[in-house]
């Protein structure tokens, strides 16, 4: 029985030994190239990482500008339309300038992307015009206008707005969908409508 | 097995910042670990093939480290299970189970086989008995014998329950020392010719 203990120690001191003997003998040199072509590809995906990072901003601010342009000829034209409209001087309140009031917002909860179960440390929301008909593609239903505050279906646009979380990496992880409401019309004085006509 | 264990969540930031393509993150993780994971493919495989699989774990967690998830275990052990499927890849057909149904090594060895391996003089000669050990037993000698891992550990690294690590390893320890009182035989009987 002591044999086998001693047999037992014996074959475990000798492999500790080996183990020691190999963790001095580890001293790969081959692997400084190894190494090196790593580096390489660390630095590639680097590279495509920023690539598809900058495409990705580029391709919003793209969208947003494409967005943006119609509004703003469309807020410009407005006024052309209907003329000047000089407040009457008789009246503080009415020359006192017309806020607008801020934009009402309504939004879905964010929905998951292919992407969303890759891990990510950072992510920046970007926001969109996407096509209307994404929104069924996320099983939802393209809201109608059903209340006064709300544009005309003429005015329905063709695309809505979406808010994109896109990770560090430049993979989008979710997106909800924004819908703006229009703010309450202000009561216009009777005597500038008059005016304008 | 001591860098399995500590700076876990470190190791898993640097993962993620290589990933971004943070080649200092890299050149951490590689200067940490590349050391164990080409002693263990050289234990397992040989000189020719060790430099291969070291790079091709290290290009597997860059290309493929969305797959790593920390709370499965520590980026080290994530390695040595790359390494192994590479590692076993490389290895004859025969496959890491065979000659799994060897004879019960049973046989009593002379403790005196032993005692000058244990003296240091003939590390060479235990190192040629583990490799010419079957993979199914070289591998668990290898990851808890020249590793100092622990049971679970290198189960979860085999893909196999912990019971199968500790017979593998009962058995393989008979085989190496039925190999080495084999050789002291040989070298007792040459001296004596």
């Known amino acids: 029985m002591n044999d086998v203990h001693d047999s037992e120690r014996a074959l475990t001191s000798a492999l500790r030994a080996l183990a020691r003997d190999d963790e001095r003998r580890a001293s790969p040199e081959g692997l400084s190239s190894v190494e090196g072509r790593l580096r390489a590809e660390v630095r590639a995906v680097g590279a495509a990482r920023r690539a598809r990072l900058r495409r990705s901003i580029g391709l919003a601010a793209a969208v947003l500008a494409a967005a943006a342009v119609p509004a703003w000829r469309f807020a410009v034209r407005g006024p052309q339309t209907s003329g000047p409209v000089q407040p009457p001087s008789t009246s503080a309140a009415a020359a006192a300038p017309i806020a607008s009031p801020p ?31 994404a929104l069924a593609s996320f099983g939802l239903t393209p809201a109608e206008s059903s209340s006064a505050q709300e544009p005309a279906p003429a005015a329905v646009s063709a695309t809505v707005i979406a808010d994109v ?3 560090d990496d430049g993979l989008a992880r979710a997106v909800r969908f924004v819908r703006a409401m229009e703010p309450a019309v202000p009561t216009v004085p009777t005597a500038r409508m008059e005016q304008t006509r | 097995m001591k860098a399995m264990t500590s700076g876990a969540g470190d190791d898993a930031r640097l993962v993620r910042r290589m990933r971004r393509g943070d080649e200092a993150a890299f050149a951490t993780l590689f200067a940490a670990h590349h050391a164990a994971i080409h002693r263990y493919a050289l234990q397992m495989c040989g000189l020719a093939a060790a430099d291969d699989v070291v790079q091709e774990v290290f290009l ?11 709370a499965r275990g520590a980026v080290l052990t994530y390695l040595y299970g790359i390494a192994r499927h590479h590692v076993l890849k490389r290895l004859p057909a025969s496959g890491v189970e065979s000659a799994l149904d ?3 090594h049973r046989t009593a060895v ?13 590390v060479d ?11 199914a037993y070289r591998e668990v000698v290898v990851l808890c014998e020249l590793h ?3 049971y679970e550990t290198a189960a979860s690294i085999l893909e196999c329950p912990i019971g199968t ?10 085989l190496l020392m039925t190999k080495l009182a084999a050789v002291q035989r040989a070298l007792v009987g040459e001296s004596r010719g």
Request: no cysteine; charged share 30%.
């Open chain 1, 165 to 167: 979380v896109i990770g």
């Open chain 2, 148 to 150: 100092e891992m622990d």
């Open chain 2, 125 to 135: 000669r235990v190192r040629q008995a583990v490799q010419s050990l079957p993979p």
């Open chain 2, 110 to 122: 002379p403790a005196t086989a032993l005692d000058d391996l244990s003296r240091g003089e003939t």
């Open chain 2, 60 to 70: 597997a967690l860059l290309r493929q480290s969305h797959r790593y998830d920390p």
């Open chain 2, 165 to 174: 690590v500790r017979s593998r390893l009962h058995r393989a320890r008979r």
């Open chain 2, 102 to 104: 060897d004879d019960d």
């Open chain 1, 103 to 133: 934009r009402r917002e309504i939004t879905t909860a964010f929905l998951p992307l292919a992407y969303s179960d890759v891990p990510v440390a950072g992510a920046q929301i970007v926001r969109m015009s996407v096509p209307r008909s």
